[in-house]
T-cell receptor, first 114, second 114 residues
C-alpha cells in the first residue's frame, strides 16, 4: 500500500546532540511537510517542500533544518536539541491536486531529549 | 494571520449520546478539512468541504460548511467508544507563500464513557 513512513518511531537523544529524523513516501506527492506536535496540542507546521522549493514558517527556530534529496525522501535535522524540542514529529504529504488537498500523515517520530 | 478557532476543547459523553465540535474563522475560508487523531496515533483525514453551505455525511458523522464559509461543524450521532480521539478542523492557507499549508484548530478531545 502507498504510504508515508517515518523512521525511527522513537528517538532518544541528549541535550545538544544533533539528531536526524527521516520520512519517505510511496505516494509520489509533490509536497512534503514537517510538523511538531506537543502533548494535547495541534500539529504545528515547521516547514514544507513544494517539489524542491523549501518554505520555512516564520517562527520555526534556526535549530531546525530540512533536506529533500528526492521526491520520496525528506529529513528533519535538529542541530542542537533542547528539552523544549521533545515532541512528536509528524511528516505529511499532499498532492494539492484540485479538490484533493488532503494531507497524508506518517505515524510520527516521538523525540525524547535527556 | 489566518486563524481557526475550535470549540469545545474537551467533550465527555456517555456512549450513545451525540457530539458536536465547531470551528470558526473571522475570514472566509477557501475550504475546511477535518482530521481525527486517535490516542497515540497520527491525524487521519476524514473529509474536505469546499462549497458554501455544503453538507456531507459519513455514516454517523455529519459535516457542515457555513453559508459564509467562515464556520464548520462536525456532528457525531450516537457516539461509540471507537469515536474516541481528538478531532481537528483545518483550513488551507490562502495567503502568499502558504498555499497548501493547513491552519489547524486546537482540536476537540472526545472521550466516550461505555
Amino acid at each position: 500500500d502507498a504510504m508515508v513512513i517515518q523512521n525511527p518511531r522513537y528517538q532518544v537523544t541528549q541535550f545538544g546532540k544533533p539528531v536526524t529524523l527521516s520520512c519517505s513516501q510511496t505516494l509520489n506527492h509533490n509536497v512534503m511537510y514537517w510538523y511538531q506536535q506537543k502533548s494535547s496540542q495541534a500539529p504545528k507546521l515547521l516547514f514544507h517542500y513544494y517539489d524542491k522549493d523549501f518554505n520555512n514558517e516564520a517562527d520555526t527556530p534556526d535549530n531546525f533544518q530540512s533536506r529533500r534529496p528526492n521526491t520520496s525522501f525528506c529529513f528533519l535535522d535538529i542541530r542542537s536539541p533542547g528539552l523544549g524540542d521533545a515532541a512528536m514529529y509528524l511528516c505529511a504529504t499532499s498532492s494539492l491536486a484540485g479538490e484533493r488537498d488532503e494531507q497524508f500523515f506518517g505515524p510520527g517520530t516521538r523525540l525524547t531529549v535527556l | 494571520g489566518q486563524q481557526v478557532m475550535q470549540i469545545p476543547q474537551y467533550q465527555h459523553v456517555q456512549e450513545g449520546e451525540d457530539f458536536t465540535t465547531y470551528c470558526n474563522s473571522s475570514t472566509t475560508l477557501s475550504n475546511i478539512q477535518w482530521y481525527k487523531q486517535r490516542p497515540g496515533g497520527h491525524p487521519v483525514f476524514l473529509i474536505q468541504l469546499v462549497k458554501s453551505g455544503e453538507v456531507k455525511k459519513q455514516k454517523r458523522l455529519t459535516f457542515q460548511f457555513g453559508e459564509a464559509k467562515k464556520n464548520s461543524s462536525l456532528h457525531i450521532t450516537a457516539t461509540q467508544t471507537t469515536d474516541v480521539g481528538t478531532y481537528f478542523c483545518a483550513s488551507m492557507g490562502n495567503y502568499g507563500g502558504s498555499q497548501g499549508n493547513l491552519i489547524f484548530g486546537k482540536g476537540t478531545k472526545l472521550s466516550v464513557k461505555p
